[in-house]
């Protein structure tokens, strides 16, 4: 197996990025694809694009299961803040936290305003950000689908018309993400102008998907992980993050989707 990383830039600034696990017989074509996907992307074309392959030990690959997915509806990208704050608070992250990273992603979480690389590693009790470099992050990586898992996620997904590939590479970085120990939950929306979709995932609710987090148009996008570690044990976790293979050759359930309506969750 091989990992294959693209991440491009434009103006200076993170473009995009993907993340694959593939065997060497794919690696080319997946390659290809990434390359492709940063010269036409809805942000416009890239200016740098850097692709990293690294051949894994197989001993090291961890195979695991993807979580439930339900979508919860909402009337706008207000009402979603809504839903995915309040679920952040029952998965138990402060409200100042909630706060805290909510207007970090709306103003732009790195240091210039702009959107991040990777994740910010939020204090899930503080609000404190613990990332070693803010402007980077932290970015997951080494995490796919197995063939069987990928062509089961696409029959399911279809059942409720979500199968589209940034639906099933945030549920796959997700799905890594809420293994890491002292994972307590995640908030995303994309920084994509055109994909208003956001999400909340969790060891304890899985993977709960909101239509709309942000208004169409806005550029502004990123990433929280909300933590509860040792400080000691913060390197452990992004190396978890960062490093380890995993392979999810099992999917979860698809729920059906529920309205959400104010203080119900
Ligand atoms: P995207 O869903 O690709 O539009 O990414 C939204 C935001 O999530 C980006 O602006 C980054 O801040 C963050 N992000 C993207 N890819 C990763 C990754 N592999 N690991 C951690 N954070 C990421």
Redesign the pocket.
Known sequence: MYSVRMRSRRHSQ?HS?A?RLVPSDGVEQVAAAMIRRALHHSRGQAETIELVIDELDSEQIEYAVLPDVQTWQVSDFQQGRRAAAELLCSLGVSPTAVETAFADIIRGAAPNGG?????MLVDADSGGRLEPDPAR?????RMDLSAEARRELSRVLQQQNLDRE?VRE?LV?AAKVRMASGIVAEL?W???PD?TAGYVASPQRGYVRFPTLKPLGDQR???AFFVRVDPRSLSVLMDFLQQRPVLFDRIGHLLPPRVWRENSS
């Open positions: 993170h990025g993340e959107n991040m690389r990777g994740a992050g932290v970015r997951v990586s940034p945030a970085l995303c994309s920084d994509d994909y996008g990123g990433r």
